[in-house]
């Protein structure tokens, strides 16, 4: 996280922050005259860091600034309600102005599980596991059961075909048609299409359709390790009800590290295992879970390839390309071990521009 100053490009909405700042300082013990940005994400939401007024309890706190024209915060509200009743640690809402989009929150500190793994300074391809970075797994792997075993259905949006396919459209709209300049025509859609099927299918039939609450970004990036070694939840606002693989492909196949895939397997059985002795509906055969993590993982594979290159594109945040090639490697990946995923593996390469170095052809 850093420490600048606040910036902002609205002259109102700063005055308006200021007027809202000066309400919630004297009731909560905070230094006005501390705010400073903590941090900003992929959405409009923005982050700051305040420090508490004395030195008894929390010494910091975090101001959420989501402007309303572009962030509903009520799902964070619900969520983090959610994740507090389920034991996780994950932050407080102590102040909300919901017409502004101004939130007071309580601070997990600010080392991510990522900064652990590699200092933010680092560049990895592939990491190499230690025997702390099996443990920081180990951790999220409970944290994530955990989040799991509370779930009920009709209390988040679900994780449907609708939303299956909007997610999937991103690959085609954004990243092949408008990063790649490729024309996105009859036959472009006529070999994607049916590829497409086969992954919703995949996703919402597998293992008997298991459901649970998914976070939807379960990744280092967004697990907080506090000086006490414990692990706090955080971008959890878009949460929904839906395939119990996701998460843990989501945990394996990061999108700002890689891993061997010793590893991976190594975590995902671990998790597996858990999950199965816990009473999660995760089915007896690992075989078949992780040929369905793999399936799930492809569908988000190609969605963030659509969302990092809209971020580029349209929201003016280049930095996220760095990380394509990975997600292209991840799902390049999968479709080279399924015979049926044989076309899409031909249409990545053709993408990229690589030569096909497995003979699928159409």
């Known amino acids: 996280m850093t420490t600048s100053p606040l910036e902002w490009l609205d002259p109102q909405r700063a005055a308006a922050f200021e007027r809202w700042l000066s309400d919630v300082a004297p009731l909560h013990g905070l230094q006005a005259a501390s705010v ?16 508490a007024a004395s030195g008894a309890g929390p010494t910091s706190f975090i101001i959420m600034d ?28 102590l102040a909300w102005d919901e017409a502004q989009g101004f939130m007071l929150l309580s601070d997990l500190g600010a080392q991510t599980m990522l900064d652990v793994i590699a200092p933010p300074a680092a560049v990895l391809a592939t990491a190499e596991p230690t025997p702390a970075h099996f443990e920081l797994y180990m951790q999220a792997i409970d944290v994530l059961v955990r989040w799991q ?3 009920k259905p009709g209390v988040l949006p679900p994780y449907d075909e609708a939303l299956l396919s909007r997610e999937l459209a991103l690959f085609p709209d954004w990243y092949v048609g408008r990063h790649r300049d ?11 299409d049916p590829i497409f099927e086969q992954i919703k299918a995949s996703n919402l039939q ?10 939807r970004d379960f990744m280092p990036r967004n697990l907080m390790v506090d000086r006490n070694g414990d692990m706090g939840v955080l971008d959890f606002q878009d949460a929904v009800h ?22 991976v397997l190594d975590i995902t059985v671990r998790y597996w295992q858990k999950a199965r002795k816990s009473g999660l509906p ?17 569908q988000r594979h190609l969605k963030v390839l659509g969302i990092f290159a809209r971020l580029s594109l349209r929201d003016g945040k280049p930095k996220y390309l760095a990380d394509t090639p990975r997600f292209i490697k991840y799902a390049r990946g999968t479709a080279a071990r399924y015979r049926q995923l044989g076309p899409l593996m031909v249409l990545l390469d053709e993408i990229e521009g690589n030569e096909t170095r497995v003979g699928y052809t159409f």
Request: no cysteine; proline share 5%; charged share 25%.
């Open 149 to 151: 075993l509370a779930s």
């Open 282 to 298: 995760v089915g007896d055969d690992f075989g078949e879970f992780y040929r369905a993590v793999e399936w799930m993982g492809l």
């Open 182 to 192: 490729f024309a996105i025509d009859a036959g472009l859609m006529g070999r994607l």
């Open 66 to 93: 989501a402007p309303p024209a572009h962030e509903d915060s009520a799902p964070f509200v619900k969520v983090a309600a959610l994740m507090e009743g389920a034991g996780l640690k994950a932050p407080r809402v």
């Open 242 to 263: 839906g395939p119990i693989t996701y998460d843990i492909a989501s945990l394996m196949r990061d999108a700002f590290l890689s891993w061997d895939e010793e590893f």
């Open 206 to 215: 597998s293992l008997g359709g298991a459901r649970v609450y998914v976070h």
């Open 36 to 51: 400073r940005l903590g941090s900003a994400d992929a959405s409009f939401r923005r982050y700051f860091r305040i420090d």
